[in-house]
């Protein structure tokens, strides 16, 4: 029988979005199978301090289960080239999955940490996880591949310039986002000129720039993105919100926020599309691992456009990427086991380039 990995659990962090990290970890750790893993759980708090939980497990809740942060003596440190340090004990870890979302978790600083510490870890590489987690960047690598992207003005302050940028480029509706911050965290739609400074200067809060786009009048489409090189698009979902869009609300706290499609009712030519897009927006992107790649698709002209790309995406009991998964077949703990098998695909090709003479 195979020695057991010990996969490095690593959740919570300084963003947005911690609480919807305990919930994908908790997730994630109820569905790593233990016959196969042991489970070495890092919660990071909301000041960045990093937690070893030497008896942590995850917790139910009406939501699923949920893995909690216990602030111990023992915080855990990065060494490099060393791994994981809890006091003077090394942390027996053959690879990381870091169950982080928004800043300091899906923008590459994560990621390049562990690569300085010789650690294999699951998902996005330093490139993909920034370039993917800036909105404004991925769609100008995006059209440069020629792929169809929704309009979109970028912006940095909330002054008298900026409204009227906005007022000659685009009718109102308009949502107004911060450029790297996820989960809707920010997001507001503008109904009226009066609204748009105050959302500006919102979006700001979380961000140095924003985005500002046509509120489109389109389906909202999901597809998930599993593999490195060879990557595979899963046929594709529909959430439709009963809000007045896919809100942070929407997503996690209310249970009937959204309905959620699986898969969507897509004529053949359309789900085969956006498989095709999905594939090329990850390569685009320098994506590995796995990514939800979101569009819209417009009610009126039948267009598909590309919104976005999550490179950590949810992982909690009601998110897309798993459920996608599922419904092709792959069951969430045999998603788990193929992303940590390419998370080490990826390590064991990093290891074998020269970085000397």
Sequence with gaps: MAAKLTVCLLYGGRSGEHEVSLRSAGSVSANLDPGRYRQVLVGIDPQGVWH???RGRPSQSSY?????????????????????YAGRRRLPV????????GTFGEDGTIQGLLEMAGLPYVG????????????DKTKEVWRLAGLPVLDWLTLRASGPAEIEAVQKRFPLPVFVKPATAGSSVG????HSWSELAPALADALRYDAKVLVEPAADAREIECAVLGNEQATAFDPGEVVPRHEFYSYEAKYLDPNG???RLPAGLPEEVRSEVKRLAVSAFHAVEGSGMARVDFFLERASGRLLL???????????ISMYPKMCEVAGLAYPRLLDRLIELGLDQHRRRNALRFAR
Excluded at 67 to 81: D, K, N
Excluded at 94 to 101: A, Q, T
């Design 52 to 54: 070893w939980q030497k």
């Design 64 to 84: 699923g289960p949920v893995l909690s942060i216990h602030p111990t003596c023992t915080p855990v440190s990065v060494v490099p080239g060393r791994g994981l």
């Design 94 to 101: 053959d690879v990381v999955f870091p169950v982080l979302h």
């Design 124 to 135: 996005a590489g330093v490139l993909a996880s920034a370039l993917a987690m800036d909105k």
């Design 187 to 190: 997001i507001a739609m503008v």
């Design 258 to 260: 959204a309905e959620l």
């Design 307 to 317: 919104n976005e790309i999550n490179t950590i995406p949810g992982f909690t009991n």
